[in-house]
């Protein structure tokens, strides 16, 4: 005869408790490790069902208490399926979620897939487990992903009963994918020997009576009795039912599918209901949200990139750019995005070669850390070129490849004036560039081309605003450019900004005087005073000076203007310095294209602005993907960024703000961006540090400082024409008068507080006593080392001790001014 014993009550409730206890310990060490990192759910519903507006309210409470930040997105009944899945895509792709729920069932008037719509959410942010991919891991034992909630709930209580699952036998009664099944396998891969029974099971009493472990999941009231129960079994319940009760105030009382009274006086264990397994459905959902976040957080934060390095193979004599350059297969470049932490909604593909990559990256990556800043720039330039890009490309080659620092160059787009003229292209040279090289120096990913549009749309605009100011009355300038459209006239936001500068505080067309019209409807531009011209990326020496208007139509307006190159518009120096799409959108506001001759009643400027013509919003639009920065690769195969070309000599000469807080951000605080200040220090570093750092916010952490011997013996007053006769005395000779253009490079760069590295970019024509003279004369002007690289001929390995130089020099205490 079995004696009665009241069974241990496995609360669902307390469990929970503890489990989200630890689980906000998870949450805060998350937020302290990673600089505020915060675990994102999102719960999205359809239609506004009253019992799924509760649980979705307890979801909400149990992530606040546990420190998950939770999004309730709700969608009218009427969404369709198509719609829902754009939705659900939207928070895959978004890198701020970390977890999504779809509540069911779905109250929606469109008949929509349920089974379509969980298997719709990103297996890596399906926190409910419905995934088919999830579950399918399940099954096969892989538990190292996210379970599903109830299953997982339910082993929990298991393990809570004390009992030891391994060689028990468990019986499942319920085989549904949400709990019966998983559950199944969980008990399987736990090592118990399982039985499922469900609808068409014979004797399933017999079946009941055998179980050392009991699940039920049936939905039946009360189904299973006491009787049937094994002595000492551990009996989990996951129903949850109601059924008439005229004492409860309710008129209903809730159960579950077993008979809990009669089932509690045989069973070792029992979970009640309610206060059971549902408590730990919402603490396992929880659960997966942090386990997915940490998950977010440690591939984002992790310090160390896993490159996969791309051999060189080296040749001597060393070959032209170009039969390098080919000999070398790039990898794809979605394999190395990958490589350095971006995702793959975050890149955008132009090939398998190069590809685009969202600025909304740096939102994702908002709380890492800045790397290291190191500054690539020269001494006063040749006409043959010291080998900045080239040294730039051999130095992080080094430093990611060899040794093996997190390290983005970031570099400019080359112009196709220089590149099919006499200097040439702009990818590094030797075994130091940047492939493919003619993707690089060519059209790349249509930047260049984007800006030209955005320059000539203006410029098509200013001609176009004069003709019709000379051509028309005020009132009917006035009617074209206010239409009235489907019977409603009104101002465009950038007309009411245009009224807002000219001090009118009207709103309503039709409330104009007959003087405000004329201010709002005529620029009045000075041509002599236009300073916006057309562009192309060609050297064209024939279009320095041309006459426009010739046409009949333009009624003998007629003026003369030039071409400029692309890269020296303007909207190229904004694209460089603009930190965001909004920075970019008011930078190009702000452009002056000319002056008001007349200089109206309203305002006290004579500027004529981007906005004043209406060209801010259409600029922008051309410019939408430019300003996203290009990911290419070295020869080695370590990342690149491109973007951006400004000139030098007439705009700051270096590659976009944009890409170099991107690269900062992928790299972390112990990685290093290297990145180019075009001409000399004189030029292209002073600019970079008065303008860009400013803009920026980014420090500077050393200069590399690039010179050749060579161009040294130049500065001397040596011939560098390889065909005249000089001796050795001779050469060594003009480079001591030479080093003195290089020590007035260190002199200028050490200034603003910050490390000098001499790069000495070896030739084969060099000798080691030349060497010394440069390095000796590099540490006397207060450079902290001079290291010869020969990165031209060898690749990164050419340029280890740079890197190392270089590392050290950027552990140095900064004063940067």
């Known amino acids: ?73 709700q969608y009218p009944k009427t969404i369709t399926q198509i719609e829902l899945l754009s939705e659900i895509n939207k928070y895959n792709s978004d890198s701020s979620v970390h977890g999504i729920i779809v509540q069911m069932p779905l109250d929606c008037i469109e008949n929509i897939d349920s089974h379509l719509i969980t298997n719709a959410v990103s297996p890596e942010k399906d926190v409910d487990g419905l995934n088919i991919i999830n579950e399918g891991r399940v099954a096969i034992g892989d538990l190292t992903g996210l379970i599903p909630c109830t299953p997982n709930g339910v082993i929990q209580l298991i393990k809570r009963s004390g009992i030891e699952i391994s060689g028990t036998r468990a019986v499942v009664l319920g085989r549904s994918k949400i709990v019966g099944a998983p559950v199944a396998s969980l008990l399987l891969w736990h090592n118990a020997t399982v039985t499922i029974c469900h609808s068409k099971t014979k004797d399933i009493e017999n079946e009941v009576s055998k179980a050392d472990i009991l699940v039920v999941a049936i939905g039946k009231p009360e189904f299973v009795h006491g009787s049937w129960i094994k002595p000492g ?26 008979h809990y009274a009669s089932t509690s006086l045989r069973a070792s264990a029992i979970t009640p209901v309610p206060g059971g397994v549902g408590p730990m459905t919402v603490a396992m959902l929880l659960s997966n949200t942090v386990q997915a976040a940490t998950k977010v957080a440690n591939i984002m934060y992790k310090t160390q990139w896993n490159l996969d390095i791309l051999p060189l193979k080296l040749q001597r004599p060393v070959p032209s750019d170009i039969e390098i350059a080919r000999s070398q297969e790039p990898k794809n470049i979605m394999v190395l995005a990958k490589e350095i932490g971006l995702k ?37 330039p040749t006409s043959l070129g010291e080998g900045k890009s080239t040294t730039t490309v051999g130095l992080v080659q080094a430093l990611a490849a060899h040794s093996k620092r997190n390290t983005i160059a970031c570099l400019r787009q080359p112009s196709q004036g220089p590149t099919f ?43 176009a605003r004069m003709f019709h100011e000379a051509t028309q009355k005020d009132q009917a300038l006035y009617d074209r450019l206010v239409p009235t459209v489907n019977g409603v006239r009104k101002f465009s936001p950038i007309q009411l900004n245009r009224l807002k500068r000219l001090g009118i505080d009207k709103t309503d067309p039709s409330m104009l005087s007959a003087e405000e019209i004329t201010s709002f409807s005529r620029l009045n531009i000075d041509p002599d005073t236009i300073s916006w011209n057309r562009v192309m990326d060609t050297n064209d020496r024939f279009l320095r000076k041309i006459t426009i ?69 259409a600029m922008t639009v051309l410019l939408k993907d430019a300003i996203n920065p290009t990911l290419m690769q070295t020869l080695e195969g370590t990342p690149v960024l491109v973007h951006a070309g400004p000139f030098a000599n007439i705009a700051h000469g270096a590659s976009s703000i944009v890409a170099d807080l991107l690269a900062s951000k992928l790299v972390g605080p112990d990685g ?67 080093v003195t253009n290089l020590q007035k490079h260190i002199s200028n760069s050490i200034k603003y ?65």
């Not at 090939?351 to 690539?376: E, F, H, M, P, Q």
């Not at 690039?706 to 001779?730: D, F, K, Q, Y």
């Not at 004369?777 to 001079?786: C, E, K, P, R, V």
Request: aromatic share 4%; proline share 2%.
């Open 1 to 73: 005869m079995f004696e009665e014993v009241v069974a241990k009550v496995l609360s669902g409730t307390e469990l929970s408790k503890e489990t989200k206890s630890n689980l906000k310990k998870q949450t805060s060490a998350l937020a302290e490790h990673f600089n505020g990192f915060k675990a994102h759910l999102v719960i999205v519903q359809v239609g506004g069902r009253d019992d799924s507006n509760v649980y979705i309210r307890q979801k909400i409470k149990s992530a606040a208490e546990v420190g998950v930040e939770a999004s309730h997105v």
């Open 233 to 258: 079994a551990v009996v989990i319940d996951c129903g949850i039912n109601s059924l008439p009760d005229s004492s409860k105030k309710s008129g209903y009382r809730l159960v579950g599918d077993v």
């Open 344 to 380: 793959e909604s975050e890149v955008i593909l132009y090939g398998n070669k190069k590809a685009k990559i969202c600025i909304s990256t740096l939102n994702r990556l908002k709380n890492i850390k800045n790397g290291k800043y190191i500054v690539v720039t020269g001494i006063t």
């Open 421 to 463: 003229g006499i200097k040439g292209g702009a990818a590094g040279g030797g075994y130091s560039q940047v492939i493919p090289m003619e993707d690089f120096n060519l059209h790349l990913t249509g930047d260049i081309h984007a800006v030209t549009a955005a320059n000539n749309l203006m410029a098509a605009q200013i001609d």
């Open 549 to 617: 208007g010739q046409s009949p139509t333009e009624k003998n307006h007629t003026r003369q203007t030039c071409f400029d190159i692309s890269v020296a518009s303007e909207i190229m120096a904004i694209l460089a310095l603009a930190k965001d799409a909004s920075d970019l959108k008011e930078r190009l506001s702000r452009i002056v294209v000319a002056q008001d001759k007349n200089m109206c009643n309203f305002t006290s400027s004579k500027d004529v602005t981007a906005d004043d013509l209406g060209m801010t919003g």
């Open 672 to 738: 290093f961006v290297v990145t180019e200040a075009g001409f000399g220090s004189d030029i292209g570093m002073e600019k970079f540090f008065n303008i860009k750092t400013r803009y920026s916010g980014l420090l500077p952490s050393t200069i590399v400082l690039v010179c050749t011997v060579r161009a040294l013996r130049m500065h001397g007053g040596g011939a560098i024409n390889p065909n005249v006769s000089v001796t050795p005395v001779e050469k060594e000779e003009a480079l001591i008068k030479g």
């Open 753 to 817: 507080g910050v490390p000098v590295v001499v790069a000495i970019n070896a030739m084969k024509a060099d000798t080691e006593n030349e060497w010394k003279i440069v390095r000796d004369a590099s540490l006397q002007a207060g450079a902290m080392d001079a290291v010869v690289s020969t990165h031209w001929e060898n690749g990164g390995s050419g340029a280890i001790k740079l890197a190392e130089t270089v590392i050290k020099a950027s552990q140095q205490p900064q004063e940067f001014k």
